[in-house]
Structures are given as structure tokens and as C-alpha cells.
């Protein structure tokens, strides 16, 4: 017998049994909201072309003439004068598909025959959620890698020092004088946002309340600027639509705001550290760790992740990253291949062999997700490292009453 990819001992029974009464419906997965996949453009990635996939994008042309003050000339002394010449140039990046892939736990129909079947449909709507979830992770974390300028708080510096980066810069990496000594405000959101606006030419997203810059950060970060900004109800919400991931169309992401041109999204899992890398990246802390519950395990809260010092949010304007997903390719002339589903999508298998499952007793779900990401205007990504800071809840102790005795009224 050769080496058994699924064995009686591997496949994972965790479909509720029904040997006392199971009552009511199986509550699903309370998925992570997260705007990542909702703030780049989408397009495909295409076929037969190279591994390496260039682009490019054109630099603002040097003219060699004064923006401050151009110096003209009497129009009558102009014969044989050709002019400045003006010099252009462009900046080029290479995109490559990666992909990921991954399988759910083994099961055995043996075994699902007596067990509570909506067990085994709010597992698959689970998986479908959480890969959803990893698909936003992965572009929070392409644009954190990524992203030409980066800030790093600190009360005792200048902007000019906290900053660093450029116009069509890629692969910034954070500047390793400091660890951010304060939580980030609204007034220095702003200053960032006109310096990306103002200096490096970042555009904003259209929206139907106008021109907007966008913040994603902890649900704690935007209840220090609502302080800030003295926000006690808000109302205003922007939307951008839909977006389709596989077959499916996603309610995108609900945007609060505007306040003074920028928009909030909250990251319900943003990225946390204690420690800066040997590469001036973050060491950063996983958000989860695995606990055994009454059938298989749980994600939970990392306490360590919960306890951090440190956090990361992101400032974005719009054109920074394509995300591109490839072509359909099933082969060419007689090498044809099944059709391949790289966006996510589960796929249930039941392989037969002439080994362990050879009356194709078990079977799994598969995925995969495939991508590339076209870097356009690295720039137009800000992420901003900043301190948390204990709260303070304005609690304060204060005398009792006096507790009332029976003898006191005889």
C-alpha cells in the first residue's frame, strides 16, 4: 500500500451527533468586516506573456522652465530660438501571480449519515467567510510591504522625520530612530493626507460626497479622532457598490464620513507589534491562536495581541495596486485540464484510488486563491505606525450609602 493522503485516523468528524436532541438552527460564523479588497481596481492577469509581467508608469515630465516664475520673452526676439528642452522619464515594476492554496477537514460519509446536517452546511459557509477574510489580510498586508512612503509617530519630531519615502517609490521600509510614543490624531491624519495630496500628487476616490481620502485603522483610533473632532452622531455613510469574488457579488464595504475630505473604515483586526524587525519591518503578533471546543478547535483572541504596544493603520488614496487574477487556462491541443477555480471558491472532492479510498468513502473541500498586484502609485499608500494607550475611563471612587439595618427604625 502506498502512503494514504486521506486515512480513516486523519479524517475529522466534526458534525454534531444527534444522539440526544439537537434543537434549532447552527449559528453561523460571525465574520470580520474588512475594506482591504474594497480600495484597489481589479483586472486580469494575462496568459502566454512571462513569468515577470512589466509596468509602467510615466513620470512627470522635467520641463527646465521655472514653476515658480517662468521667464518669457518679447515675442519679437523669438527668431531662431528653440527653446528649453524638456526631459521625461518613466518608472517600471515587474508582477508576478502567486497563489495559495489549502484544503478543510477530512470527512467520512460513514460518519455524516447520523450526524446533525446543518453541522456540516455552517462549516462550509465558515470556511467561505474565512477565506474571504485572508483574501482582505493578504492585500493589507501587500500594502503594507509594499506602500512607497510610511509614517512612524512621534511627539518630539518633525513631519519631515517621521516620513519617509517619495513619489514612485516602492518597498519603503519605516524609519528605526524610534517606536511611535503617541496614539495618532486627526490633525496629523489630516497634515499627511495634504502632503500626499500636495507633494507626492496622490489622487483621491470619487464618491458621491466628493473627492475623499480614506483612513482604515482600529475601531479605537477613529473614536480618538470622533473626540478629536468633537463627532457626537454621525450619519453620513459612503458606499462604492459591489464587487465579485469567484461567482458571488460582495456587499462592499459601508465608508463613514467624510470629516474634512477623509473617510473611515475600520480594521477589526488591525496589524499589532512590540518590535521592530532586523529588516525596519514589524515583528508582528497573530491575532489568533487555536483553542479545543466541544467539536474540533476555535480561533480566540491572542493575549498578546490583545496586550501590544504598538499598531498600524492605513492612510489610502486611490490607484496605488491592481489586483489582478489570471486568465482561465485549461492547456492547449490535447493537454486539457479541468477548469481551475483560483478566486476562492471551495470545491468538495471525493478521489477515488485503489488504496485508502477505494469506495470513496471520504472527500474535502479545496481552494485556492491566485493573484498579482500592479503597482501603479506606491506612493498613494500611507501605513502609520502609532502607539496604543491605556484608557482612561474617568472612573473615580466615591462614598456609599450606608447600608440600612432593621434595628436602626425600632
Not at 473611515?264 to 508582528?284: E, H, K, S
Not at 485508502?356 to 481552494?367: A, E
Request: proline residues 6%.
Amino acid at each position: 500500500m502506498g502512503d494514504c493522503l486521506v486515512t480513516p485516523r486523519a479524517a475529522q468528524d466534526f458534525g454534531n451527533k444527534d444522539i440526544s436532541r439537537i434543537t434549532g438552527n447552527v449559528l453561523r460564523l460571525l465574520v470580520r468586516r474588512s475594506p482591504y479588497i474594497d480600495i484597489l481596481d481589479g483586472g486580469t492577469f494575462p496568459n502566454g506573456v512571462s513569468i515577470d509581467q512589466r509596468a509602467i508608469v510615466m513620470e512627470r515630465p522635467v520641463m527646465n522652465i521655472s514653476l515658480v516664475q517662468p521667464a518669457f520673452t518679447d515675442d519679437i526676439l523669438m527668431c531662431g530660438n528653440t527653446g528649453t528642452q524638456a526631459q521625461v522619464g518613466s518608472t517600471e515594476y515587474t508582477t508576478r501571480l502567486q497563489s495559495i492554496r489549502g484544503v478543510g477537514p477530512k470527512l467520512c460519509v460513514k460518519q455524516m449519515r447520523e450526524a446533525f446536517q446543518e453541522s456540516y452546511i455552517a462549516t462550509q459557509d465558515a470556511l467561505q467567510k474565512q477565506i474571504l477574510y485572508i483574501m482582505n489580510v493578504d492585500v493589507r498586508s501587500t500594502l503594507l510591504l509594499r506602500s512607497g512612503v510610511k509614517c512612524n509617530v512621534s511627539s518630539t519630531q518633525p513631519f519631515e522625520n517621521m516620513v519617509t519615502g517619495d513619489a514612485q517609490r516602492i518597498d519603503t521600509v519605516f524609519r528605526d530612530y524610534w517606536y511611535p510614543d503617541s496614539p495618532l490624531s486627526f490633525k496629523l491624519l489630516k497634515y499627511a493626507a495634504n502632503y500626499m495630496h500636495e507633494d507626492l500628487l496622490a489622487e483621491p476616490f470619487d464618491s458621491d460626497k466628493g473627492v475623499v481620502a480614506k483612513w482604515i485603522g482600529s475601531l479605537q483610533s477613529i473614536e480618538n479622532m470622533r473626540d478629536e473632532l468633537g463627532v457626537h452622531q454621525d450619519l453620513q455613510y459612503l458606499t462604492t457598490g459591489r464587487y465579485e469574488i469567484g461567482t458571488e457579488g460582495v456587499s462592499a464595504y459601508a465608508w463613514e464620513g467624510p470629516y474634512r475630505g477623509i473617510v473611515f473604515g475600520i480594521d477589526q483586526q488591525p496589524l499589532r507589534f512590540n518590535t521592530w524587525g532586523a529588516n525596519l519591518l514589524p515583528n508582528f503578533i497573530e491575532p489568533e491562536i487555536s483553542v479545543p471546543t466541544t467539536i474540533g478547535v476555535g480561533a480566540r483572541a491572542n493575549p498578546a495581541y490583545r496586550s501590544a504596544l504598538y499598531e498600524i493603520g492605513f492612510l489610502v488614496f486611490a490607484n496605488s495596486f491592481m489586483r489582478q487574477v489570471p486568465d482561465n487556462y485549461t492547456g492547449v491541443g490535447d493537454m486539457q485540464f479541468p477548469t481551475k477555480y483560483t478566486s476562492g471558491e471551495l470545491e468538495f472532492v471525493v478521489l477515488r484510488d485503489n488504496d485508502c479510498n477505494t469506495w470513496g468513502d471520504y472527500g474535502y473541500h479545496i481552494y485556492e486563491i491566485t493573484r498579482a498586484y500592479r503597482p501603479q502609485r506606491p506612493h498613494c499608500i500611507m501605513p502609520i505606525a502609532y502607539k496604543r494607550c491605556a484608557m482612561n475611563f474617568n472612573l473615580s471612587p466615591c462614598t456609599g450609602y450606608t447600608p440600612y439595618s432593621v434595628t436602626d427604625s425600632l
